[in-house]
């Protein structure tokens, strides 16, 4: 199916580790990019390709991908990462694809 | 310095018309696709089309395919997305994002937004 699935809602202790991840069936066939989006802000991109970050993206945050699932990793979470964060990739027909979304809380 | 600068927040009533633009600066529009994303409030992302300046070929997601329409003017780098008639259920940010040049597909410059509220 053309559709890219992420949990709703993650957690994690400040300076801990948390995984988001991105299921769907292109991502068999394509990478995910991820995208971090503060409330009232725009996305930023942090993730795209095997595993690049963007200039000025800390190097807490990681990329993989693995059968139908890419993974977003941030070690040692920072208050500064409590945010939504979306996967995006591409299908067969040429069409970009969305995640559903995960928010991510720092406790 | 690269950027893409959107225009400024609308409100119209159902079936008005609605051209909303976003300009981008810094590096050569011509050769990076632009994309459309739509936010509903407290909802996620959609991709809603995408348009390559350089020869105005676009692409639409089946979502929006004869909703909206996608246009851009090289000579001023500025990409557009245009409503012929709104709806309340077009209330929404949409934001334009460029497509990053490597093989994967990727958006890494966003404008701010473009706030669009349509009520009667």
């Known amino acids: 199916s053309s559709e890219l699935t992420q949990d709703p809602a993650v957690s994690v202790a400040l300076g801990q580790t948390v995984r988001i991840t991105c299921q769907g069936d292109?991502?068999?066939?394509?990478?995910a990019s991820w995208y971090q989006q503060k409330p009232g802000q725009a996305p930023v991109l942090v993730i795209y390709g095997k595993n690049n970050r963007p200039s000025g993206i800390p190097d807490r945050f990681s990329g993989s991908s693995s059968g139908n699932t890419a993974s977003l990793t941030i070690t040692g979470a920072q208050a500064e990462d409590e945010a939504d964060y979306y996967c995006?990739?591409?299908?067969?027909?040429?069409?970009?694809?969305f995640g559903t979304g995960t928010k991510v809380t720092v406790l | 310095e690269v950027q893409l600068v959107q225009s400024g927040a609308e409100v119209k009533k159902p079936g008005e018309s609605l051209k909303i633009s976003c300009k981008g600066s810094g590096y050569s529009f011509t050769s990076y696709w632009i994309g459309w994303v739509r936010q509903m409030p407290g909802k996620g992302l959609e991709w809603m089309g995408i348009i390559y300046p350089g020869d105005s070929d676009t692409r639409y997601s089946p979502s929006f395919q004869g909703q909206v329409t996608i246009s851009a003017d090289k000579s001023i780098s500025t990409a557009y997305l245009q409503w012929s008639s709104l709806k309340a259920s077009d209330t929404a940010m949409y934001y334009c994002?460029?497509?990053?040049?490597?093989?994967?597909?990727?958006?890494?410059?966003w404008g701010r937004g473009t706030l669009v509220t349509v009520s009667s």
């Open positions: 994002a460029r497509r990053g040049q490597l093989a994967d597909w990727y958006f890494d410059l």
């Open positions: 292109s991502l068999r066939s394509y990478y």
């Open positions: 995006n990739s591409r299908d067969s027909s040429g069409n970009h694809l």
